[in-house]
């Protein structure tokens, strides 16, 4: 039997997996039977970004497959059961994602020895060494939901089409409000090394984190847009083109959110193994001219959902992990 002690420390380490924003929606706690509950906090949803809490889901399930593996390393086993798709309300204010009962043996992942080295990396990547960049194509190669993209055309294209949809998004003032809200833009935040993005994670210096919150939560991002200068302020082309390669991850279409967000999770442990970092460019999923561009590109299944593209290259350093401590992670029953 699991006590709480030890759910807090297995919390910690399913806490690893990514979230959108880094918003970590993913709450822990035991019901009457002694079975884990992952249930989903509404305050840390995403209204604008995330109005149908897919992306909620995907992050919940992330962390899901992270509860997994770490209960695998303590050598324990796990029957899972999805609630997602029924909606079910947890007290108010939380929304079940799963349920856990332990039982029986379980062998570790081997992918769980990369959950400590997996980060995000906002910046320019490193060139990668060909045996890197061989065992990255051949990887996806052998997968039925990674698509895989490399080369100076094919990354020029998905530059482009990132810049423009990045460009669509941020031109909605309530978009950007929500995005500044999850933004951690001084040291001085109180949230500062607990979620959202800071400097750091964004490669800002303060002064650039300044600008960039006077930029986007005022009109002067659309007085910038009249003038045509938004583009070159939210454009990231220059750092996708040093990335190694861009990984189109794909879902089958009606799979639910939760089962999305475990493959998600595996998936970029996947390349994490070959040293590369990973960079999202979610809003080539989400607008869909964008994702209709892409489809059409690169000939995805018909019955998959494009859910996320990586660039993935090597990051020049390692940066930390922002989490929240175990204490808020776990909740009484």
């Not at 002690?5 to 706690?29: D, G, V, W």
């Not at 856990?100 to 995000?120: C, D, H, M, Q, V």
């Not at 799979?255 to 080539?284: D, H, I, K, N, Q």
Request: charged share 25%; hydrophobic share 45%; with cysteine.
């Amino acid at each position: 039997m699991i006590d709480l002690a030890t759910l807090k420390t297995l919390a910690t380490e399913a806490n690893r997996a990514p979230s959108t924003h880094n918003t970590q929606p993913a709450r822990f706690a035991f019901d009457e039977g002694g079975r884990i509950l992952v249930l989903a906090d509404l305050s840390r949803r995403l209204a604008i970004g995330d109005p149908t809490n897919r992306d909620m889901g995907l992050s919940c399930g992330a962390a899901l497959e992270g509860l997994v593996m770490a209960l695998a390393e303590h050598g324990l086993g796990a029957t899972i059961e999805d609630f997602w798709p029924e909606d079910v309300s947890w007290r108010s204010g939380y929304r079940l994602a799963a349920r856990i009962t332990t039982g029986g043996n379980a062998t570790p992942s081997p992918l769980a020895a990369w959950t400590e080295k997996r980060f995000t990396w906002r910046g320019a990547f490193l060139p990668a060494p060909p045996e890197a960049l061989a065992k990255l194509e051949d990887w996806a190669e052998q997968t039925d939901d990674v698509t895989f993209s490399h080369g100076k055309d094919a990354l020029a294209f998905i530059a482009a089409l990132n810049d423009e949809a990045s460009l669509t998004v941020m031109r909605e003032r309530p978009f950007r409000d929500e995005l500044v809200h999850w933004m951690r833009l001084s040291p001085r935040h109180p949230a500062y090394v607990h979620d959202g993005l800071n400097l750091d994670a964004l490669r800002m210096s303060r002064l650039e984190g300044t600008v960039a919150g006077k930029m986007l939560a005022s009109p002067l991002f659309g007085l910038a847009d009249r003038f045509g200068l938004a583009k070159a302020l939210v454009s990231e082309a220059a750092r996708t083109m040093t990335a190694t390669a861009c990984l189109l991850f794909h879902r089958p279409a009606e799979e639910s959110p939760v089962a999305t967000g475990r493959a998600f999770y595996r998936f970029w442990l996947g390349f994490t193994r070959y040293g590369l970092a990973g960079w999202p460019m979610a809003v080539l999923a989400d607008v869909a001219e964008a994702e209709k561009a892409l489809r059409r590109h690169f000939a995805l299944p018909a019955d998959h959902r494009l859910i996320n593209v990586l660039r993935v290259g090597p990051a020049p350093v390692t940066l930390p992990k922002y989490r929240l401590p175990a204490s808020a992670l776990v909740l009484d029953g």
